[in-house]
């Protein structure tokens, strides 16, 4: 596997290194509601909730800069969280600054945000009921409380994806004749939103990721393959020695350059892109509910399975090495928007809600045991970890 060490394995690895006399670490969990419209703020040492941020309608939930978005569709608004934790690099030391976690004023609005991706800074939220893509800087609005964006059109409303690329965009395209809008491959737009050069066809087009210095974004008969730092260099990776399927959701690994994606029900597919073989197959015990990769451990990955167990993905030895019980059994069975538990990495703890009981339980990452289980009102859904260590001063 190619193996890469960009910044932010060079972050994760301070997090994992013991803590010195004058230092310290602080982790938040922001938890999302399956049907109350909040985000409620946990003290991962005290388990103890900070805060409860009331919202327009349930979110999904995600992290960049320190901060938290929360994409809630139904209300046709993201809004943005500044997690109060900001750790300042100073190249021999970091400093780390904890202060209250608070709810940003200004609101991104639009109709049916979906797709929220970053990259390098840099943030595309597309929304669906309309085609349209918002860029702007996560810092700058979550931090600053300016929210300047910068609009793109894809050309029709559809369920759609943009990808940031420098000084380029990258979007997805559908049948505007069709009453389905199927997708049907993807543009790059230049900053005033001119395409430019052609469509790189991708049907059924679904989910993307970065890692390193490459993304690369789901299709029914492959992967769009995306690198270049100035201009991106798309190319097609066709499913060559998989089964019949494809991937639609992916993930991009942290400190190791790898993606790893759905294949079926109940299946994983580790891609390496540089390899003369990029595909490695994870037959899995059970059908999959969530996965996620470590930032800390860059060589590990965690998946939910629908019997209730969480197992520990070696991605190098493309293994299932350990296992561990954690809920009552929740079947992948009906609507697929229905609670079920989600993951999230916050340093040496891995987190897991569980709606049904109204728990998030912790799971050292080390002994791959349960530690607590922390009780949430209401059914605890969506989840991402903000955090950290540093000199406080």
Known sequence: MHKTLPLALLAATALSVPALADETSAWRLFIGDHTAPEVTALDLETGAAIATFPLASPASLYTTDGAVFAVQGAANQVSAIDAGIAVDDHGDHGDIEITAPSLIEPVL?????????????????????????????????????????TELDSGTAHHGVAIPWGDYTLVSTADADNEKKPRLGLNVLDANGDQVGETYPCPDLHGEASSGNLAVVGCGDGLLLVSGSDTPKIAKLDYAGLPDGKVTTLIGGQGLQYFLGNYGADKLVIIDPTEAEPYRLIDLPARRVHFVTDPVRPKFAYIFTEDGQLRQ?????????????????????????????????????????????????????????????????????????????GTVH
């Open 109 to 149: 609005t639009g109709e049916k945000p979906a797709h929220f991706v970053e990259h390098d800074g840099k943030v595309a939220m597309f929304f669906d009921g309309s085609g349209l893509v918002s860029l702007f800087t996560a810092h700058d609005w979550a931090h600053d409380g300016e929210l300047a964006t």
């Open 313 to 389: 993905l070696d991605v190098l030895k493309g293994e299932i090495t350990r296992s561990v019980t954690i809920t009552e059994p929740y079947s992948m069975d009906g609507e697929w928007s229905l609670p079920r538990p989600r993951l999230a990495v916050a340093g040496d703890v891995i987190a897991v809600t569980d709606p049904l009981a109204g728990k998030v339980h912790l799971v050292d990452a080390q002994s791959f045991e349960i530690t607590r289980a922390l009780s949430v009102e209401g059914l605890p859904y969506t989840i991402v970890a903000v955090g950290g260590s």
